[in-house]
């Protein structure tokens, strides 16, 4: 039990470099600097933290082009609706 806890913790730190990484070469392709430099790696990093739900669901909203207070809307419940199943277990 304590080899699969220390190579889950192991694997979610090479994750988090790894999600580092890629967004710090994404901000320097856009040429970020400063505040939109910070902001931008925020949300990437909390990006590559996401549920893979939260993906599938991103992508189903992209392909209904959803925008804007729709687009949360939908993100929101399809979330929801994601976790659902896994409470239920």
């Keep these: 039990m304590n080899k699969l806890i ?14 580092a990484d890629d967004c710090a070469s994404r901000a ?17 990093e909390a990006d590559a933290k996401a549920p893979p739900e939260n ?11 959803l925008a804007g207070a729709a687009k949360n809307s939908y993100m929101k419940k399809c979330m929801a609706d994601a976790q659902a199943p896994a409470a239920a277990k």
């Design 28 to 44: 320097a392709e856009k040429k970020l600097a400063g505040a939109a430099k910070n902001s931008f790696m925020k949300k990437c």
């Design 6 to 19: 220390s190579l889950l913790l192991i694997s979610f730190a090479a994750t988090s470099v790894y999600a």
């Design 55 to 65: 993906s599938a669901c991103a992508a189903t909203a992209q392909e209904k082009k």
